[in-house]
């Protein structure tokens, strides 16, 4: 059942130029046009005919200002009336979101939500009723339906109407359009409700004129590209031509803008200045960095504090003290521990940042939580009141654009008192999803001046003039568009009324019309297509197969671009400055000898990665942990005799008391994901691993511990090379023998290389003529193995001595030799971003910085 037959459209008399659409407005005629762009430029264009500064003011709306416009005029007209309320866009979402998120087995999604919007607005528009017996048909009709209905009761207790229901409501007035002669500019088709409300203005004696762009003869070219790459730089090749002839008006047209648009302003950045051009597509104001960092203060909640709300809440610049605090919260971001935990204690951040970052701290410390729910009007308090506690927007100066979003921000706190209408009383959670909702929901675009080139979306341009035009993406899959059936209005009923994308004949009725009206807006035209979308060929749309040709520029990718480039040569050698002390012991030296830029960046530029996120303890604590306990216990068993002689029930005991020892400060700092099973399996893990290897020291030939974890400095060139040697070993032929534990072997032997990139043992050997022995062990994954040289003969796997013709003290002194060179290298600088495997770059965390191809 549907309320009626869909109208017929009404004769309208049409009004064949621009000229004579301008002198109807000049009349006093109200032009209403499909969209906001279009009435904006007809706007533009008619202050431009009149060429006088002061003019009554037009009438040219978009259509649902127009219908606004007249719902005013009723309550005005019949103010002793109760009129409905008409709910904004935020208040309809709202109820909207309530009614389907309470149902119990449908899963509340922002896409289920839009899918019914829009199935329940096409429905109001094409006046089908909701007891239409075929809405049985199937579950998803059926859910709809009851869903409607829910939403029908709501809006009568709430005594209220939305937008798509104005047109009724505005015809039930008899003579709210007796005196407006109106212009239907542009439209593509209407629907059946527009044409009821077409049929009872004329009932109430307005008149109304159509007006559509004229046909007239036009170039229009077609230019099948290679691929996407070979369609952009044709098209900015012909941008750039347009702008050298000082045209004003032209027109990208991206027909899927809305997807693409941060790809091609990206693009266009790389070759057309800013200034010169616009993208007409908002973005959700969710998505501009003040509007976001604003909402996730908003959304702070102690109980539940994240690693990266704490990483924002220290590099933000939206918030008091940022700029006073700049270096200290930067320094905060490399440098604590707490911040590799994936959800933080608030307490222990605030106490490690009271030290570092004190206004922070007491901005955090003075947070007022939320209460269990509140009114609206509570809320938008709560909100306000936390934003100025934080001192946001901060204390840096915005620029024209953030200005704007934050007044945006503002005001979209202010939009969020329309919800009470809705819904007096929110739970805390729901009141954080309604805010997030609607910043989401809500497109911002900042204000630019004039700019000549316009980026579009394919209804944006329709109805507007340029000088010229390029349409892109003009593939057979792109226009005329496929039928896309709406799930939960019965099938029947889409086809039988020809309801949007329900039909194909009417979706080739729409792309015909929409490149004619495209032709027309302009004289020079070029519409293109990729032949290739990576892998997929692609034909063009029927529509502009016929086309002649474009004829494609040569050399098109360098064009403005190149030119603008400067030569500059590299300086890689920026030798120590007098002043300038240079730290990083061994490590340094490795880092020189892997990759001259690599030293660089991290010992003179101080670059660091930033911490990542670890459950429990992260490589390098296990790895300091290891170490404490080989101190421990070689401190307390101090010769290999004194190991052999302790039973195994006491060892095993000294073993398990050294590891606590070690672990205790960990567990000390109460790091939420250091729990105690995480503890319990570290600590069987590190028993395990320390038996294998005193299961290995028992294999050795006798040795004492002379020295464990000291520190010596070794100087090089005129650097001082602090260096800490894991232990020392005294054996029984009066030589030494070094240790270094590591979590892994370095893959090849620094001693048998000319640039060694381990070269701790190399160092470490130069210390003391009685050294002979060097060892790396390594300790991982319950097993332990060993590389090393040493100038005796030592029967165990992993330990070679020197070669027949080889001597210890000659190598030592190739092993200075080959030091000093590195080390003369980190003196003058030497820092090019060469390594000496091109593997290294893969464990590299510099990559960004010395931009090695
Ligand atoms: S990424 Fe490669 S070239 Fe660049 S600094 Fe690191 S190791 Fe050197």
Not at 9 to 29: E, R, S
Not at 468 to 482: A, E, M, R, Y
Not at 764 to 793: E, H, M, P, R, W
Request: with cysteine; hydrophobic share 35%; glycine share 2%.
């Amino acid at each position: 059942m549907i309320d009626s037959m869909p109208p017929s459209p009404i004769d309208m008399q049409p009004l064949l130029t621009k000229d004579t659409l301008f002198a109807a407005l000049t009349h006093g005629a109200t032009i209403i046009t499909p969209n906001n762009r279009l009435c904006h430029q007809l706007l533009e264009d008619y202050f431009a005919h009149t060429h006088t500064s002061v003019n009554p003011k037009p009438r040219c709306l978009p259509y649902q200002a127009f219908l606004q416009e007249r719902y005013k005029k009723a309550r005005h007209l019949y103010a002793n009336q109760v009129h409905p309320l008409l709910l904004t866009t935020t208040q309809q979402r709202h109820l909207w979101q309530q009614i389907l998120s309470s149902h119990p087995s449908y899963a509340y999604h922002e896409g289920l939500q839009q899918e019914i919007q829009e199935a329940w607005t096409h429905c109001l528009q094409w006046n089908i009723d909701h007891q239409h017996p075929s809405f049985q048909q199937t579950p998803q009709t059926l859910q709809f339906q009851r869903w409607w209905l829910q939403f029908e009761k709501k809006l009568t207790e709430l005594q209220a109407l939305t937008e798509a229901q104005l047109e009724k409501y505005l015809l039930s007035y008899p003579d709210l359009f007796t005196s407006t002669p109106a212009v239907w500019a542009c439209f593509d088709d209407f629907t059946p409700q527009q044409r009821l409300l077409q049929q009872g203005m004329r009932e109430q004696g307005a008149q109304q004129y159509g007006y559509d762009l004229e046909d007239k003869p036009t170039t229009t070219l077609l230019f099948a590209a290679k691929d996407g790459e070979e369609e952009f730089l044709q098209m900015i090749a012909w941008v750039q031509q347009k702008i050298a002839a000082q045209e004003s008006r032209i027109a990208i047209v991206i027909p899927d803008l809305d997807t693409q648009s941060h790809r091609i302003q990206r693009l266009l950045q790389r070759h057309i200045p800013s200034h010169q051009f616009n993208i007409s597509l908002g973005q959700s104001l969710s998505d501009f960095p003040i509007a976001a960092h604003a909402l996730v203060w908003l959304n702070l909640d102690p109980l539940n504090f994240t690693h990266h709300q704490a990483c924002l809440l220290l590099h933000s610049p939206y918030l008091a003290g940022s700029k006073s605090e700049f270096i200290a919260r930067a320094d905060m971001m490399q440098d604590n521990r707490i911040l590799q935990e994936p959800t933080l204690s608030f307490t222990a951040l605030i106490a490690s940042l009271k030290r570092t970052t004190p206004i922070l701290a007491d901005l955090l410390h003075t947070l007022s939580p939320y209460p269990l729910d509140a009114s609206i009007t509570e809320w938008v308090h709560l909100f306000k009141s936390r934003l100025t506690h934080l001192g946001f927007p901060g204390e840096y100066p915005l620029d024209s654009k953030t200005y704007q979003c934050f007044q945006r921000f503002v005001l979209l706190l202010d939009e969020y008192l329309q919800l009470s209408v809705i819904t007096p009383i929110l739970k805390k959670e729901d009141a954080l999803n309604a805010l997030n909702t609607l910043a989401k929901s809500t497109i911002f675009q900042s204000k630019t001046s004039k700019t000549p080139l316009q980026l579009l979306g394919l209804l944006e341009a329709s109805g507007c003039t340029f000088d010229s035009i390029w349409v892109s993406g003009l593939t057979d899959q792109c226009l005329p568009q496929k039928s896309r059936l709406s799930a939960f209005i019965p099938l029947e009923l889409q086809r039988s009324l020809a309801m949007p994308h329900a039909l194909p004949e009417r979706e080739l009725q729409f792309a015909e019309q929409s490149l004619k009206r495209l032709q027309n807006g302009s004289q020079n035209s070029v519409f293109s297509y990729p032949r290739l979308t990576g892998d997929t060929p692609n034909l063009p749309s029927p529509l502009v197969d016929h086309l002649p040709p474009f004829i494609a520029q040569d050399n098109a990718s360098t064009t403005h671009t190149l030119s603008k480039l400067l030569e500059h040569n590299e300086n890689y050698q920026l030798p120590l400055m007098p002043t300038e002390s240079i730290s990083g012991g061994t490590t340094l030296l490795a880092n020189q000898a892997k990759c001259p830029f690599r030293a660089f960046a991290m010992h003179r530029l101080y670059a660091i990665r930033a911490p990542s996120l670890s459950d429990g303890p992260d490589a390098s604590e296990r790895g300091q942990i290891m170490h404490k306990i080989m101190e421990l216990l070689w401190r307390a068993l101090e010769s290999q005799q004194q190991l052999l002689s302790l039973s195994e029930v006491a060892l095993n005991q000294q073993i398990d008391a050294i590891i606590r020892d070690a672990i205790n400060p960990l567990i000390q700092e109460n790091s939420p994901s250091f729990s105690s099973l995480i503890q319990d399996v570290e600590i069987a893990r590190l028993k395990r691993l320390v038996s294998a290897c005193l299961a290995w020291e028992k294999q050795r030939p006798p040795f004492v511990v002379e020295a464990l974890e000291q520190e010596f400095i070794i100087p090089l060139v005129g650097i001082d090379f602090r260096v800490r040697i894991d232990r020392l070993d005294k054996t029984s032929t009066d030589t030494k023998c070094v240790i270094d534990y590591k979590s892994s072997l370095p893959p090849n032997k620094p001693w048998n290389e000319e640039r060694p990139d381990a070269p701790q043992l190399l160092l470490y050997a130069l210390l003391d003529n009685q050294i002979n022995t060097l060892l790396f062990i390594q300790l991982k994954s319950g097993q332990v193995l060993c590389s090393g040289i040493s100038d005796d003969t030592i029967r165990l796997e992993g330990i070679s001595c020197l070669k027949k013709d080889e001597v210890w003290t000659e190598k030592q002194q190739q092993w200075r030799q080959q030091l000093t060179q590195l080390a003369q290298e980190i003196r003058e600088g030497h820092c090019p971003p060469i390594p000496t495997k091109e593997s290294t770059c893969q464990r590299c965390d510099f990559l960004h910085l010395c931009r090695k191809e």
